[in-house]
Every structure is written in structure tokens, then in C-alpha cells.
């Protein structure tokens, strides 16, 4: 089974600043990770797929890298509408069985 | 413009059924690549995959909890619908329905709904 570590799990910033958010996998895995964010009582909004592509309408101080089994959100130059918790997501599927299967990180807060 | 939205009970007792809806806009289950996906994320904590159906009516579950689950879709009124069996109180979430059009990420997804089990 492979788990997704985020770090840190709280990140305390201020407006302007620079956010970088790790996730990182128990083995090496494939591109197919997503990057969300959630606000409280708020459905997750996709950011990042595929590790680096940005979803329709996301501000592009959002960009994802990263391969293998270590993978970054970073967030250039924070707005006070980015304070909120980052999920990382991985699609698995394995040569024995084909069904998908999705996995999360366990978030990291952002916060002022 | 893409929409979904959960409706289902606040309030199951322990060993219920609990019966969730997603009621979708914007898009036709029946259009190749689509697929609709439920999670739950328990107050505080991470989010975790359940089941998702696809366009072409072929189901996945996640294996902790294949045995008490069961997707379907009812295209008349384009709809999603998961069924919990034998609920309990670690079942106690926000359950969301979401859309992929990949199968790797979710784009779209509906505003959840609570659902408290407790006798």
C-alpha cells in the first residue's frame, strides 16, 4: 500500500510570502498526483494535476513539480485567500489489479 | 457550468443503511471519459476515496469497505447514488461526490454533506 507523507503539517506564514509543501510517497509512484486546496466547511478545489499542469482558472503563483516519489506545491507569493489545508492526491493502480484506487496525503495547514 | 450537489439523511442509527445522492449538472454520465467518485473526510481529518462509477457502467470500491458499498446511477434524473450498509459511528463524515473526466483527479466537486451516526 503506498502512503503520502505531507510536510509540514502546519505552515505558519504571512501575506507575500513564499509557501513550499512537500508530499512525498513510499515508492516511487506515477505523474497521476493532484494538489488541492480546502477551505473550512468548503469542498476540496482541484489545483495541480498530473504534478505540474495548473486546473482551469487557478492563479498561476500556484505550480506543482517534482517526480518519483517526491512531489512540491508551491505557492510564489501567498494572497490572504491562500491560507487554508493542501491535500496532495495519488491515482494507484498496480499490474495485479487494474481497479483504481486514490489515496491523500493528510494535509498540511497554511496558515497567517 | 458543472454542478453537483449530496443529499442524504444527517442521521443514521448504527447498523442502518445510509443512502447518499449526487444530483449532477453540466455534464452526461453517459459521455465517454466521464466518471462520478464519492469520498468522505471524518471531522479533522483526511480525505479518503470510496467507490466511482464510469460512463460505461463499470464500478470500483475501495477494498476496506467494498463489502458495504454499492454505486449506481440512474441517468432519468442524473443522479449517483452510494449505499452504506451496517453503518457505525466511525462512519461519521462529509461525504462528497466528485467528477473526473481522466480518471486521475477530481475537477468538479459538490458541497457535502454531514452525516452523523449515533443512536
Known amino acids: 500500500e503506498i502512503v503520502l507523507t505531507q510536510s509540514p503539517a502546519t505552515l505558519s506564514l504571512s501575506p507575500g510570502d513564499r509557501a513550499t509543501l512537500s508530499c512525498r510517497a513510499t515508492?516511487?509512484?506515477?505523474?497521476?498526483l493532484a494538489w488541492y486546496q480546502q477551505q473550512p466547511g468548503q469542498a476540496p478545489r482541484l489545483l495541480i494535476y498530473?504534478?505540474?499542469s495548473r486546473a482551469t482558472g487557478v492563479p498561476d503563483r500556484f505550480s506543482g513539480s517534482g517526480s518519483g516519489a517526491d512531489f512540491t506545491l508551491t505557492i510564489s507569493r501567498l494572497e490572504p485567500e491562500d491560507f487554508a489545508v493542501y491535500y496532495c492526491q495519488l491515482y494507484v493502480t498496480t499490474h495485479f489489479d487494474p481497479s483504481p484506487m486514490y489515496t491523500f496525503g493528510q494535509g498540511t495547514k497554511l496558515e497567517i | 457550468q458543472v454542478t453537483l450537489r449530496e443529499s442524504g439523511p444527517p442521521l443514521v442509527k448504527p447498523t442502518q443503511t445510509l443512502t447518499l445522492t449526487c444530483t449532477f449538472s453540466g455534464f452526461s454520465l453517459n459521455a465517454r471519459t466521464m466518471r462520478v467518485a464519492w469520498f468522505r473526510q471524518p471531522p479533522g481529518k483526511a480525505l479518503e476515496w470510496l467507490a466511482r462509477i464510469d460512463w460505461d457502467d463499470y464500478k470500483f470500491y475501495t477494498a476496506s469497505l467494498q463489502a458495504r458499498l454499492t454505486i449506481s446511477y440512474d441517468p432519468s434524473q442524473n443522479q449517483v447514488v452510494l449505499m452504506m450498509t451496517n453503518m457505525d459511528p466511525v462512519d461519521t463524515a462529509t461525504y462528497y461526490c466528485?467528477?473526473?473526466?481522466?480518471?486521475?483527479?477530481?475537477?468538479?466537486w459538490g458541497r457535502g454533506t454531514l452525516v452523523t451516526v449515533s443512536s
Open positions: 498530473d504534478a505540474f
Open positions: 515508492q516511487s509512484v506515477t505523474d497521476h
Open positions: 466528485a467528477r473526473t473526466t481522466t480518471g486521475f483527479s477530481f475537477d468538479h
